[in-house]
């Protein structure tokens, strides 16, 4: 079943919560929290998305997906740990190839109880990541470059996703598949032909004028 995750980078502030109530009654499963540190990414969002993770946790009770664009992953990971997140996702291209690294912070995440995402950037190859499948919850292929919305989106990244699915199939693992960028009524069909089950997406949920209408049209 296809499940979508609300990403919030596109909110104004002076809309947030009324956003944030029709996005729920709108039947999304996530609020999809964009944490940039202006390292990883150029954009610092740490302050408006940690706001945006407390308003949302304190006025739904809808799981939060936190997406981490950062270098100091386990700094973020502290932080969030309080608001319980359902998921959270951090950037194989943030942990230099440590292998020790990776399996600790997979631990510290899995320990705090949320589910375990490892993302991956349009030109990162999915070797990178395929000998930590097993032991996380959901491989996120960014399909757009990772550091801002309402960006289109990078077809090839769908044969990534494909190729991701026909993986796990053949090996067993059981693993979400997020597809995250350029994600609306065009394109959501063809993610979830590909293999994805979970669909994040901002600019086109947050600009539409009937957000439960948007989000039906996103599942179809
Ligand atoms: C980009 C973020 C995405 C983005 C999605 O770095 O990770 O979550 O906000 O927004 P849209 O759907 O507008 O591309
Ligand atoms: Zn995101």
Redesign the pocket.
Known sequence: MTEISA?L??LDKENAIKTMYNLEAGKINYF?I?VMDGKFVEKNTTEIMKDYALTASHISNLGLDV?L?VENVEEFVDEYSMLEPKIITFHIEAMNNNEERIKNVIYEIKNIGSRVGIAINPDTDIEKVKKYLPYIHMILIMT?V??????TLIAETLEKVKKVKEYIDENNIDIDIEV????NDETSNKAIECGANIL?????LISSENIGEAVRKLKE
């Open positions: 990403s980078l596109t999809h964009d997406h664009m757009v990772p550091g801002k919305g309402g960006q995250d960028g350029g994600i994040v997406s901002g600019k086109y």
